[in-house]
């Protein structure tokens, strides 16, 4: 199980629910990397996560984690894997010395030294029950125990929502402690950017169930970049090099995906934050899904057939 | 594999220590009114004809309490599993859901056995006090009343997994075995009304018990046999779609 490039690999996963498809999402994660996991409340990051452990069965594609099947081999992976959910799971009459017993019982690699190490560190009371933890000392117990062991792969489910930004910073800097032991991966599902900009390696961006983005998190901020200019020099941008266009009642910022190319000589191109990037690629996806719905041919809608010369730019225009 | 286990004991041993603790209170309580017979204001030979079935009563009442106590928190630790979101970190610890009921049914045998070795201990420190001529058909009787405790679990099992609260799964417990248990006595009595007349009000009920037992030992063993594997069947095969289905809603 050591010899394996990508500690996740998923093609073409698809889980269908009533109102809801995730579909055709495909992504690796390398072996000793941190994925941050993005998209909106409902895009599907914790449907993917799910597939992952199993816990949702998907409908088709291939999950693939160490190299072994996610299905075949799901004792032997989640032998090495930690899961983070946003919820903690445990329950509320357990003290942190008995979740220690229990589970040195379940994970044969359970150091126990270790778990009271992190104990002592996030300060958590270990005979304390945990109902009465604060909610913050309820995710540091659950981090605490995902961490001790040796767990190969870490899958985490909004761990630092809800928590006050020191707490947060205290849990990013474990994070990248864990990540220093070259087999360990991290997935990290988040709503805050600021953390996976600190700390991922790449991301991945879920919108309505379908991928959006993946990419080393570097050569996403290094292509993508802000253009303040007029509506009509806007319009003027080459379609392929334009994510999506904010246009406010002068003015227009475009979000273009190689803002080091040199037509943009003439212009200054902020630095976009990863927030801003994921932003702009939504409305992008949104306008794209309308234009095709109100440019079908079976259309009766007045705004049917709007394409112009500029067409796809001009499709890609959202009010401010 | 014993964390599972360990996760469970730990969630629902309050009723079991209760229980426990009532144990030791009547029997502290079926001391005190046994003394009373030999020494205190009973010894008339009156009372004193009440001894038998005072000796067998005090030997089932704590395993009747048992029962009730261990099927709750069996019951209970499965439905707690829920409300706290545990199955969340159960599906995705290195178990498979069938092993997740196995662990369960072996924890209903080993709850069931190990209180009925305790049974069979507070009831043999109180025959050596006070001999074991009753208390010899109050153990028949307590073994029989664990066995159907050990019935109760398995059957509970897939209830438990398929319901929210506690009195919905008792309700439909109840639905399944005391009525069809009623039904069954019933229909024996009325079938057996001329040896019922038989009894006279003078007889020994000790004696009467251990001379049915006796008399039906090959019929009443290979019965509890076959309900035993029956119930062990219902709990595997109707637990684990439950489970399934668990952890499909663990994903939803």
Redesign the interface.
Same mark, same amino acid.
């Given at each position: 199980m050591t010899d394996y490039e990508n500690a996740i690999e998923i093609e073409n996963l698809t889980k269908r629910y009533d109102g809801f498809t995730l579909q055709d999402v495909s992504f690796q994660v390398p072996k000793g990397s941190i994925m941050g996991f993005v998209g909106q409340n409902g895009a599907g990051k914790s449907t993917t996560m799910k597939a992952l452990l199993n816990i949702v069965k998907k409908d088709s594609g291939n999950i693939r984690i160490f190299g072994l099947d996610h299905i075949r081999d799901e004792v032997e992976i989640k032998k090495h894997i930690a899961v983070v959910f946003d919820e903690v799971p445990f329950h509320d009459v357990l003290n942190a010395k008995q979740l220690s017993r229990i589970l040195k019982s379940i994970y044969s690699e359970w150091d126990e030294h270790i778990f009271f190490q992190y104990l002592d560190r996030f300060s958590l009371p270990v005979k304390k029950p945990s109902g009465q933890f604060s909610k913050g000392m309820k995710m540091k117990l659950q981090i605490a125990a995902a961490l001790s062991h040796n767990a190969k792969l870490l899958i985490m489910d909004e761990p630092t929502s809800g928590l006050d930004p020191v707490v947060r910073s205290e849990m990013l800097d474990v994070f990248m402690e864990y990540i220093q032991e070259e087999d360990h991966t991290i997935l990290l599902s988040s709503h805050i950017t600021s953390d996976l900009e600190r700390i991922a390696d790449s991301i991945t961006f879920i919108h309505d169930g379908k991928l959006l983005l993946t990419e080393y998190k570097d050569d996403m901020l290094y292509r993508h970049g802000i253009i303040k200019c007029t509506q009509d020099e806007a319009a003027a941008f080459p379609d392929e090099e334009v994510v999506s266009i904010r246009i406010t009642d002068f003015t227009a910022s475009v979000m273009v995906n190689n803002r080091n190319n040199p037509i943009y000589a003439g212009y200054t191109v902020d630095p976009a934050p990863l927030d801003e990037i994921l932003l702009y690629y939504v409305h992008a996806k949104n306008l794209r899904e309308n234009s095709i719905h109100e440019n079908s041919p079976r259309s009766d809608s007045p705004h049917a057939g709007t394409r112009t010369e500029n067409g796809a730019a001009q499709e890609k225009r959202w009010q401010a | 594999?014993? #964390?599972?286990i360990?996760?469970d004991w730990?969630?629902s041993r309050r009723p079991l220590l209760i229980s426990i603790v009532l144990i030791a209170l009547m029997a502290a309580l079926s001391y005190y009114i046994r003394f009373a017979f030999d020494y205190g204001n009973l010894t008339s030979p009156e009372a004193r004809a009440n001894i038998p079935m005072c000796d067998i009563l005090f030997c089932m009442l704590p395993s009747i309490l048992f029962l009730f106590c261990s099927v709750l928190a069996t019951i209970d630790s499965v439905l707690?599993d829920k409300k706290?979101?545990? *199955?969340?970190?159960?599906?995705?610890?290195?178990?498979?859901n069938r092993m997740i009921v196995l662990l369960k049914i072996g924890e209903c045998y080993g709850l069931v056995l190990a209180g009925t070795v305790l049974m069979l201990a507070v009831n043999g420190v109180y025959g050596a006090v006070f001999g074991f001529r009753n208390v010899r058909t109050g153990c028949l009787v307590l073994i029989f009343i664990c066995f159907s405790t050990l019935l109760l679990h398995l059957i509970s099992l897939p209830f438990a997994y398929r319901s929210d609260s506690q009195n919905a799964v008792v309700g439909k417990l109840l639905l399944v075995t005391a009525l069809p248990s009623y039904a069954l006595l019933m229909g024996w009595a009325l079938t057996h009304a001329e040896d019922l007349k038989k009894i006279s009000p003078s007889d020994d009920i000790s004696t009467l018990m251990l001379q049915f037992f006796r008399e039906h030992a090959a019929l009443l063993l290979t019965a509890a046999v076959i309900l035993l594997a029956a119930a062990t069947a219902i709990a595997y095969f109707g637990s684990l779609p439950a489970v399934q289905k668990r952890?499909?809603l663990? #994903? *939803?």
């Open positions: - | 594999m014993t #964390g599972y360990k996760k730990y969630v707690q706290s979101h545990w *199955n969340f970190f159960l599906f995705s610890t290195p178990i498979s952890q499909e663990c #994903g *939803n």
